[in-house]
């Protein structure tokens, strides 16, 4: 079983950044390809980043990509999320979760193991 505990949220102003963090207890952590969400208020679960279980494969939203950066140490069994240039609409819980099916989705409900989220509020 993989439990996930994220960290690192805040209040931030927008052109700000913050850096989260993603623990996993779990003996392989390399076993999982790890992916970020968000989730706004009355809004769905939203896809934001995902990496390989090696890390050499990256994968990004569109609203996301070119300021956000997804990372992993299988050493530490911990990911990353540097996000870069915040603006208000980055503002939600965001959550990691952990996924083992053979071909990458966007979609929360093949991902498992989700932690308690991290608050992100960015102010204009």
């Known amino acids: 079983q993989v439990q996930l505990v994220e960290s690192g949220g805040g209040l931030v102003q927008a052109g700000g950044s913050l850096r989260l963090s993603c623990a996993a207890s779990v003996r392989t952590f390399s076993n999982y390809r790890l992916g970020w969400f968000r989730q706004a208020p009355g809004k769905e679960r939203e896809f934001v980043a995902a990496i390989s279980w090696n890390g050499d494969s990256t994968y990004y939203a569109d609203s996301v990509k070119g300021r956000f950066t997804i990372s992993r140490d299988n050493g530490k069994n911990t990911a990353y999320l540097q996000m870069n240039s915040l603006k208000p609409e980055d503002t939600a819980v965001y959550y990691c979760?952990?996924?083992?099916?053979?071909?990458?989705?966007?979609?929360?409900?093949?991902?498992?193991?989700w932690g308690q989220g991290t608050q992100v509020t960015v102010s204009s």
């Open positions: 979760a952990v996924s083992q099916t053979s071909i990458l989705s966007t979609v929360p409900k093949y991902w498992n193991n």
